[in-house]
Nanobody, 128 residues
Framework: QVQMMESGGGPVQAGGSLRLSCTAS????????MAWFRQVPGKEREGVAAIYTHIGSPYYAASARGRFTISADNAKNVIYLQMNDLKPEDTGTYYC?????????????????????WGQGNQVTVSS
């Protein structure tokens, strides 16, 4: 079993930065992709960024491109999401996710939310 645990969220003012971390423990995820999602109450969960962990290639949703950076430390089974120039609309619960499948598309998985392991979520609140 794989456990995913996020950390690093909290309150921040608009224009500020936060770095989220996600550690996979237990069994190592066997898939190619790990990702970050966020959800606001009353709205569907949306993909923010994904990364092919073995080659480090990232993909970003339009809302994150240019401001967020996803990275992976495979030796530690950790992924990060560096968030800069935060805006109030970035407020939400951020979840990390990992894939058990290999050979698929990280981009498609991010759009579809097709991941096998999920963290409990970490709140980010951006005030104006």
């Amino acid at each position: 079993q794989v456990q995913m645990m996020e950390s690093g969220g909290g309150p921040v003012q608009a224009g500020g930065s936060l770095r989220l971390s996600c550690t996979a423990s237990g069994n190592t995820p066997t898939g190619d992709c790990m990702a970050w999602f966020r959800q606001v109450p009353g709205k569907e969960r949306e993909g923010v960024a994904a990364i092919y962990t073995h080659i480090g290639s990232p993909y970003y949703a339009a809302s994150a491109r240019g401001r967020f950076t996803i990275s992976a430390d495979n030796a530690k089974n950790v992924i990060y999401l560096q968030m800069n120039d935060l805006k109030p609309e970035d407020t939400g619960t951020y979840y990390c996710a990992a894939d058990a499948k290999s050979g698929g598309s990280c981009t498609v998985a991010l759009v579809r939310g097709d991941f096998d392991y999920w963290g409990q979520g970490n709140q980010v609140t951006v005030s104006s």
